[in-house]
């Protein structure tokens, strides 16, 4: 039996995917959810709507400071992997969940496989690449979902235990684009002919008023199509209302499930997002982005010319470059399956 530890919106799309590859390959997976992600629009959600069946253990352990939050994890981790006697732990990607589920596998002496390896912003400010330098360096086996991130973990010399297996989330959109829908709180008539689609969740954007409206400002300037559809998150709502920041012209809904954004990238001109996970999914639906950091762990995309740095002053290619497609065939989750099963 294997534990796969997670708790993020792009974690529950990503386990879903690997709960039926690893169903197909006979793997018994215990999943857990940390609760770091506790909104419902945000969370488990997800699993209903892919038809795949929900977290084993479900802890609630979100909505605190972000040190809290990894030493409350750690502490129930522990617990649990004592419990369970797990034959390796699963952790995917770059969040606290995958930090605390890491550091209780290794202190405990199970075999740690990470899932999404390899990947460097080179911004050590971020949290997501804290974590995922030091699981990179904790971790038995090391999924990688680009080329790039292979070299990334050569070069830091980390090469036993190495694997490309395409990106999981190139497989969800595979799998499951007949099911991406529009969302409920808004109509087709509702969005123009063109429209761009607006995110903005991370910290560096919301510690100021100056630095949200500067965001803001630049998007207003940037936008040429019709409308501008802004995903807010909660906490993104609260500052908007607490900086006392005008959005009016921008038409404000709130954050969707998977299903739903994917048929928002489908049909957008444009994104506008300080997210990781969204710019790699525009990618994946041609989406035109310019991602609000100053740092991207997806060169790939910049590379392509569907993607660039708002502070960039590369001019963005109009000849779009996908002829050597990044992340994989879109069977990431078989392959992972058939890694595991090799190593349990």
Same mark, same amino acid.
């Given at each position: 039996m294997?534990?796969?530890?997670?708790? /993020?919106?792009? *974690?529950?799309v +990503?386990?879903?995917?690997?709960?039926?590859?690893?169903?197909? #390959?006979?793997?018994?997976?215990?999943?857990?959810? /940390?609760?770091q992600?506790?909104?419902?629009?945000?969370?488990?959600?997800?699993?209903? *709507?892919?038809?795949v069946?929900?977290?084993? %253990?479900?802890?609630?352990?979100?909505? *605190?400071?972000?040190? @809290?939050?990894?030493?409350?994890? %750690?502490?129930?981790?522990?617990?649990?992997?004592?419990?369970?006697?797990?034959?390796?732990?699963?952790?995917?990607g770059?969040?606290?969940?995958?930090?605390a589920?890491g550091l209780?596998?290794?202190?405990?002496? +199970?075999?740690?496989?990470?899932?999404e #390896?390899?990947?460097?912003?080179?911004? +050590?400010?971020?949290?997501?690449?804290?974590?995922?330098?030091?699981?990179?360096?904790?971790? =038995?086996?090391? $999924?990688?979902?680009?080329?790039r991130?292979?070299?990334?973990?050569?070069?830091?010399?980390?090469?036993?235990?190495? !694997?490309?297996?395409?990106?999981?989330?190139?497989?969800?959109?595979?799998?499951?684009? &007949?099911? $991406?829908?529009?969302?409920? =709180? %808004?109509?087709e008539?509702?969005?123009?002919? =063109?429209?761009d689609?607006?995110?903005?969740?991370?910290?560096?954007?919301?510690?100021?008023?100056?630095?949200?409206?500067?965001?803001?400002?630049?998007?207003?300037e940037c936008?040429?199509?019709?409308?501008?559809?802004?995903?807010?998150?909660? !906490?993104?709502?609260?500052?908007?209302?607490?900086?006392?920041?005008?959005?009016?012209?921008?038409?404000?809904?709130?954050?969707?499930?998977?299903?739903?954004?994917?048929?928002?990238?489908?049909?957008?001109?444009?994104?506008?997002?300080?997210?990781?996970g969204?710019? +790699?999914?525009a990618?994946?639906?041609?989406c035109?982005?310019?991602?609000?950091?100053?740092? @991207?762990?997806?060169?790939?995309?910049?590379?392509?010319?569907?993607?660039?740095?708002?502070?960039? @002053?590369k001019?963005?290619?109009?000849?779009?470059?996908?002829?050597?497609y990044?992340?994989?065939?879109?069977q990431? &989750? =078989?392959?992972?399956?058939?890694?595991?099963?090799?190593? %349990?």
């Amino acid at each position: 039996m294997i534990l796969t530890i997670m708790g /993020t919106r792009p *974690q529950y799309v +990503k386990c879903a995917v690997l709960r039926s590859a690893y169903k197909e #390959a006979g793997i018994n997976e215990v999943l857990l959810d /940390t609760g770091q992600h506790y909104d419902s629009n945000m969370s488990t959600g997800i699993f209903k *709507q892919l038809n795949v069946p929900e977290p084993d %253990i479900k802890l609630t352990l979100g909505g *605190q400071s972000q040190c @809290t939050a990894i030493g409350s994890m %750690i502490i129930e981790l522990e617990r649990i992997v004592n419990e369970l006697n797990p034959k390796a732990v699963v952790v995917l990607g770059d969040t606290n969940s995958t930090l605390a589920g890491g550091l209780v596998a290794k202190r405990l002496g +199970k075999p740690l496989l990470h899932i999404e #390896a390899g990947l460097r912003s080179y911004d +050590k400010t971020m949290p997501e690449e804290q974590n995922r330098i030091v699981i990179d360096h904790l971790s =038995d086996q090391l $999924f990688c979902p680009t080329q790039r991130a292979i070299k990334n973990l050569k070069s830091e010399g980390l090469e036993d235990g190495v !694997h490309f297996t395409g990106d999981v989330m190139f497989d969800a959109v595979h799998k499951y684009r &007949a099911l $991406f829908v529009r969302p409920d =709180d %808004i109509s087709e008539s509702s969005l123009k002919t =063109d429209f761009d689609l607006v995110t903005l969740h991370r910290a560096d954007a919301l510690v100021s008023q100056d630095a949200l409206q500067a965001r803001i400002n630049y998007i207003r300037e940037c936008s040429l199509a019709k409308s501008k559809l802004f995903l807010v998150h909660p !906490h993104t709502a609260k500052k908007l209302k607490e900086y006392n920041i005008d959005v009016d012209d921008f038409m404000c809904i709130g954050p969707q499930g998977y299903l739903e954004t994917q048929w928002l990238l489908s049909r957008a001109n444009h994104l506008f997002t300080d997210s990781g996970g969204m710019q +790699k999914e525009a990618f994946f639906h041609n989406c035109k982005t310019t991602t609000l950091r100053n740092s @991207t762990e997806w060169e790939e995309t910049i590379e392509s010319g569907l993607n660039s740095l708002w502070n960039s @002053t590369k001019v963005r290619s109009e000849n779009i470059n996908k002829t050597q497609y990044p992340y994989g065939s879109g069977q990431a &989750a =078989d392959i992972i399956a058939s890694l595991i099963l090799g190593v %349990i």
